[in-house]
């Protein structure tokens, strides 16, 4: 079976909208006093703060991003021929949940008893939160799946919505990947050491066979040959068992190092061949997005890609995931 991307909705420091992506994208990093990195431009949602302590009607910033975009994908995708049980959602976050967390852990422990905490904050401590509130909202009763990979969360979403079509689980699959900024997250990764400016992001995908795709009408934007992960416990390990994990999907998919159009990479990993003609670094565009960063690298790939072209998305994450996807664009 051809597994594709069919649709995306994609929001970045840039804007909501692929339009907004692609201009950035292909206007290249931002020159001084601009730089890259910062929320959603044009995308406003409710906070914690904004909530009363008696509220259990919230959702969170994050959420809010996410499920803003699988409303956009459904929409424009109609539901009338997809049956509700075969409907599934596959959804990550490198940190999504941090704020709440935090937020509950410090009422708890400064407020007159443990208990006397905002309702509203726990199911969003919660990592399937975006994945269920859509769920319910568009009513998706098939496969309900939440993954976090850091860096390569994107890559493990689109993999997993494969195998939920490889294994008759789902006819389409709604996946991707988000992520907001904050004080909070910028404070975590400094204390681990990691640099560059922090971006918000989201993209999501609808993906499904080909056959289906063109029997609904829809186009289709990227077929998925191979998508491959890898693990290591050293960081010293990251770039070759990531050149392990390229290799594993070149083989899966019948190509050459050789044949690869466009690179994207997740930082500066280097090209598995030095031959590529092209090389596209969202990251350098639209600053570290974490957990979506891998979702922004494959809508660059889909956006970037040539006429028949074969592009390369990889990602590796200081935790110790990698990831590696090819993608043939029509």
Not at 18 to 45: I, M, N, S, Y
Request: hydrophobic letters at 50%.
């Amino acid at each position: 079976m051809s597994t594709v991307i069919s649709l995306m909705s994609l929001m970045s420091p840039a804007g909501v909208g692929e339009a907004a992506f692609t201009k950035a994208l292909r206007a290249g990093p931002p020159g001084p006093p601009d730089a890259p990195g910062g929320p959603v431009a044009g995308f406003e949602a409710a906070t914690p703060a904004d909530a009363a302590a008696s509220s259990t009607q919230l959702v969170n910033r994050p959420s809010a991003i996410a499920v803003a975009a699988v409303a956009d994908v459904l929409e424009r995708a109609g539901l009338d021929d997809w049956d509700p049980a075969r409907r599934s959602v596959v959804l990550g976050s490198g940190g999504a949940g941090i704020d709440e967390s935090i937020t509950m852990t410090r009422d708890s422990l400064t407020r007159a008893r443990p208990d006397k905490i905002n309702p509203a904050l726990v199911p969003a401590c919660v990592m399937n939160y975006a994945p269920a509130l859509a769920a319910m909202r568009f009513d998706l009763r098939g496969p309900n799946v939440t993954v976090t990979a850091g860096r390569v969360t994107g890559l493990a979403a689109l993999g997993y919505a494969r195998r939920l079509l490889a294994r008759g689980r789902a006819d389409a699959v709604v996946c991707g990947a988000f992520e907001d900024v904050g004080e909070r997250r910028a404070a975590i990764a400094e204390a681990a050491g990691i640099k560059g400016p922090a971006a918000a992001g989201c993209g999501v995908f609808l993906v499904e066979s080909a056959e289906r795709a063109r029997a609904a009408g829809r186009t289709v934007l990227a077929e998925i040959l191979a998508l491959d992960t890898g693990a290591f416990a050293e960081p010293a390990d990251a770039e070759p068992v990531l050149a392990q994990t390229v290799d594993r999907a070149l083989r899966r998919a019948g190509v050459n190092a050789a044949d690869i159009e466009l690179f994207v990479p997740a930082g500066e990993e280097p090209a598995p061949h030095a031959g590529i003609p092209r090389v596209v670094r969202p990251a350098e565009v639209f600053g570290d997005a974490f957990g979506a960063a891998a979702a922004l690298q494959v809508a660059a790939a889909v956006t970037e890609g040539s006429p028949g072209g074969l592009a390369l998305v990889t990602a590796a994450d200081p935790d110790g995931q990698t990831g590696a996807c090819l993608l043939r664009t029509p």
